[in-house]
């Protein structure tokens, strides 16, 4: 199965999840959370990582953790095989305890760090694990919201300031219990939410993509990623990494084209569909890149998919003027 790739840097925030093997727990009862969070301390202190959040479900948890230095694969990998060692020694088991590789999503700062840890303490309300309507998130107490909102509950290797922060508050007692009332009425909005599905919508940016953040952040996380999808490795990855890194050199491709050309976007709609230039603007994008016919034919104005392979193949077999002279100049 094709992997995502890892990307490791100074000072980087992610959004770590992994779930049991065949959805199996991986807690199967609080003796093996409070294991689990021992090695996390452990692994917190061998690498300097700065735990933000993390909650422990039956058979998954989430962490939100910043990586001074960028050692997120080598701790990881210690923290998931040093823990799995630990439980099937104290249930007597054997065999992997996790469902493959775990995920790990980039976070950018702000309001995409604001999200990403008030979905990891609200993960406890929307999976009912207390009485929505006369209980409180504290009453889930594998959870750092009860750190964050009761410094006496607080695990040493927690640090909530950044989160308290990204709301606005401080952390003393004022911060701490407005923190604790605006959590509340969000839980009020999972109990009465008239569509449950629709409510989770939001969230799903945060369980699925490869980085959660501004355009300059993906941007930024995609310049790291590009030496290892460009490189021998690209194989071995799939999905919306590649997507992003074949459109944003499409993207280049397409400006270089119409410098050379002459053109602007603002120009492009007012040029026929098969007008040469578009033709050789978008030959040379589907030879460089494995970018979607449909982008290609969507940023250049060509009108229907359809036509797209007689366009191309009209370039590749041209001899003469005005399509070889066209392709010469933007391949040159």
């Known amino acids: 199965m094709a992997r995502k790739p890892?990307?490791?840097?100074?000072?980087?925030?992610?959004?770590?999840?992994?779930?049991?093997?065949?959805?199996?727990?991986?807690?199967?009862?609080?003796?093996?959370?409070?294991?689990?969070?021992?090695?996390?301390?452990?692994?917190?202190?061998?690498?300097?990582?700065?735990?933000?959040?993390?909650?422990?479900?039956?058979?998954?948890?989430h962490l939100l953790l910043e990586t001074p230095e960028p050692n997120l694969v080598e701790g990881m990998r210690w923290l998931q095989s040093t823990y799995t060692q630990r439980f099937n020694a104290r249930h007597k088991v054997r065999g992997h305890l996790f469902q493959g590789r775990y995920k790990a999503l980039p976070v950018d700062q702000g309001e995409y760090f604001r999200t990403v840890a008030d979905y990891i303490h609200l993960n406890p309300a929307r999976a009912h694990a207390f009485d929505l309507e006369t209980g409180s998130l504290t009453d889930f107490k594998w959870s750092s919201f009860c750190g964050c909102v009761r410094p006496a509950n607080r695990p040493g290797f927690l640090t909530v300031k950044r989160v308290l922060e990204s709301h606005g508050f401080s952390d003393d007692a004022s911060g701490r219990s407005l923190y604790r009332n605006g959590m509340k009425r969000r839980v009020l909005e999972i109990l009465h939410s008239s569509d449950p599905k629709e409510a989770d919508e939001q969230w799903q940016k945060i369980r699925r993509g490869w980085a959660f953040g501004s355009d300059e952040f993906r941007i930024k996380i995609q310049e790291a990623l590009d030496p290892v999808i460009s490189g021998k490795r690209r194989d071995s990855f799939m999905g919306e990494e590649i997507r992003a890194h074949d459109e944003m050199e499409a993207e280049k491709l397409l400006q270089q084209g119409l410098k050379c050309c002459g053109l602007t976007e603002a120009e492009l709609p007012e040029l026929r569909k098969g007008d040469d230039r578009k033709k050789v603007i978008a030959w040379h994008i589907r030879k460089k890149t494995s970018v979607r016919t449909g982008w290609i034919t969507t940023r250049l104005r060509m009108g229907v998919t359809s036509n797209f392979s007689c366009y191309v193949r009209a370039v590749e077999q041209s001899a003469e003027d005005p399509l070889r002279a066209l392709r010469n100049k933007i391949t040159n």
Request: charged share 35%.
């Open 6 to 61: 890892r990307v490791e840097f100074e000072d980087a925030t992610y959004h770590v999840m992994c779930r049991g093997n065949r959805q199996e727990a991986v807690f199967r009862d609080d003796k093996d959370r409070e294991r689990f969070l021992d090695t996390l301390e452990e692994v917190a202190g061998r690498n300097g990582w700065l735990i933000h959040a993390f909650v422990l479900m039956g058979n998954h948890y």
